[in-house]
Nanobody, 124 residues
């Protein structure tokens, strides 16, 4: 049974940083591209960042480029999202997801496994 469990969310002030973690189990983690998505209240879920299964390739949404960094530790079956210079527009539920398609997929249908999400709230 595949499980993706996010952690590290919470309340942050604008300009501060948070690091999200996603621990995976039940799959061969090193064979999956890992992505982060987010969904703000009243909006559709959107792509944030993705890292290839080797960690050699990453891709970011324009809205987070230069502020967020995705990384992974295949020995720990964990993917991270370092979020710096947070602003209120980053407030959302953040989901990690696993995909065995393509290199750095950005589309939701490419992802077969999803976590339950972790809330990030940024106050101004």
């Amino acid at each position: 049974q595949v499980q993706l469990v996010e952690s590290g969310g919470g309340l942050a002030q604008a300009g501060s940083s948070l690091r999200l973690s996603c621990a995976a189990s039940g799959l061969t983690f090193s064979l999956y591209n890992m992505g982060w998505f987010r969904q703000a209240s009243g909006k559709e879920r959107e792509f944030v960042a993705v890292i290839s299964f080797t960690g050699g390739n990453t891709y970011y949404a324009d809205s987070v480029k230069g502020r967020f960094t995705i990384s992974r530790d295949n020995a720990k079956n964990t993917v991270y999202l370092q979020m710096n210079s947070l602003n209120p527009e980053d407030t959302a539920v953040y989901y990690c997801a696993a995909s065995n398609r393509g290199r750095v997929p950005v589309a939701e249908p490419s992802y077969g496994y999803w976590g339950q999400g972790t809330q990030v709230t940024v106050s101004s």
